[in-house]
């Protein structure tokens, strides 16, 4: 697996958790994959876009983890339909502006020579990465995400609450058509006591 370092919050950022902390809106809008190569003397907080970005990467959950001031944004990354590998080098997640409506990039992560490779798309089934990403948030009061609304992004936590809701409408068809199966035996049975009364007299 990568190895990424932390993530860093640029510094438009911050301004974005600034905001936040007021009151406004903190929404995280999208996830990018990118190749680069982080030149040595680059001052990730000044970073706008990531060195070489090559994929974006759909949100498919957002949680606080219950540690003061961080949040985990999921993002799942697919290789359909893509015609060239890449290594995994540098993660970027973006988010919005409240009061300008515009995209900056939030924070950053980077891996180097310790990346994954996602390999070009070769068939049908397409491969997928889910990166869950650490990310501080502050004392923000109002967290949120542009969460993809594609069936096949469903998260472990979604998929066993659909299991769950599942088993729970088998279980209540089964006691009904228990219960008629019940209803019925126990007609029967007393139609058979009528009938032998009915004989003996």
């Known amino acids: 697996m990568a190895q990424f370092n932390g993530m860093t919050i640029t510094n438009a950022g911050r301004d974005l958790i600034a905001k936040a902390i007021t009151g406004k809106i903190l929404k995280f809008t999208r996830g990018v994959a990118g190749s680069g190569f982080l030149p040595e003397e680059t001052d990730i907080n000044t970073l706008e876009n990531l060195i070489a970005p090559v994929r974006e990467m759909e949100i498919v959950e957002i949680e606080m983890t219950g540690h003061t001031g961080t949040a985990k944004v999921a993002v799942r990354l697919s290789n359909k339909e893509m015609q060239t590998g890449f290594f995994i080098r540098e993660v970027g997640l973006f988010a919005e502006d409240p009061d300008t409506g515009q995209e900056i990039l939030y924070g950053y992560c980077y891996s180097g020579n310790l990346a994954d490779f996602m390999p070009a798309s070769d068939g049908p089934d397409p491969m997928y990465y889910r990166l869950n990403l650490a990310v501080i948030v502050d004392q923000a009061k109002n967290v949120t995400a542009i969460?993809?609304?594609?069936?096949?992004?469903?998260?472990?936590?979604?998929?066993?609450?659909?299991?769950?809701?599942?088993?729970?409408?088998?279980?209540?068809?089964?006691?009904?058509?228990?219960?008629?199966?019940?209803?019925?035996?126990?007609?029967s049975i007393m139609n058979s006591l009528e009938h032998i009364e009915y004989q003996e007299t």
């Open 147 to 187: 969460i993809s609304d594609n069936p096949l992004a469903v998260t472990h936590n979604q998929m066993e609450a659909r299991f769950d809701a599942v088993i729970k409408a088998i279980n209540a068809k089964n006691e009904f058509l228990q219960y008629q199966i019940d209803q019925l035996a126990q007609a």
